[in-house]
Nanobody, 123 residues
Framework: QVQLVESGGGLVQAGGSLRLSCASS????????MGWFRQAPGKEREFVAA????????DYADSVKGRFTISRDNAENTVYLQMNTLNLEDTGVYHC????????????????WGQGTQVTVSS
């Protein structure tokens, strides 16, 4: 049984930082690319960032480039999302997901998803 469990969300003021974690169990973590998506109320789910399983290659949505950093610790079976200079548009539920390939933008390419962690940015 594969499980992805996110943590680290919360309430933060605009300009602040948060670090999200996603712990994986039930599969060989190092063989899977990992991604972060978010969904705001009334909006569709959107890609945020991803990191490949082969060489650690990363990809980011334009809206978070330069502010967010994705990383992974294969020994800890965990992927992280460091979020800096947060703004109101970053509010949403953040989900991590895993895939066997490297199609970072496509949510249909991911086979397992976590339940999500809420991030709320206040003014």
């Amino acid at each position: 049984q594969v499980q992805l469990v996110e943590s680290g969300g919360g309430l933060v003021q605009a300009g602040g930082s948060l670090r999200l974690s996603c712990a994986s169990s039930g599969r060989t973590f190092s063989s899977y690319s990992m991604g972060w998506f978010r969904q705001a109320p009334g909006k569709e789910r959107e890609f945020v960032a991803a990191i490949s399983w082969t060489n650690g290659y990363t990809d980011y949505a334009d809206s978070v480039k330069g502010r967010f950093t994705i990383s992974r610790d294969n020994a800890e079976n965990t992927v992280y999302l460091q979020m800096n200079t947060l703004n109101l548009e970053d509010t949403g539920v953040y989900h991590c997901a895993s895939q066997r390939h490297w199609i970072p933008w496509d949510p249909d390419a991911y086979d397992y998803w976590g339940q999500g962690t809420q991030v709320t940015v206040s003014s």
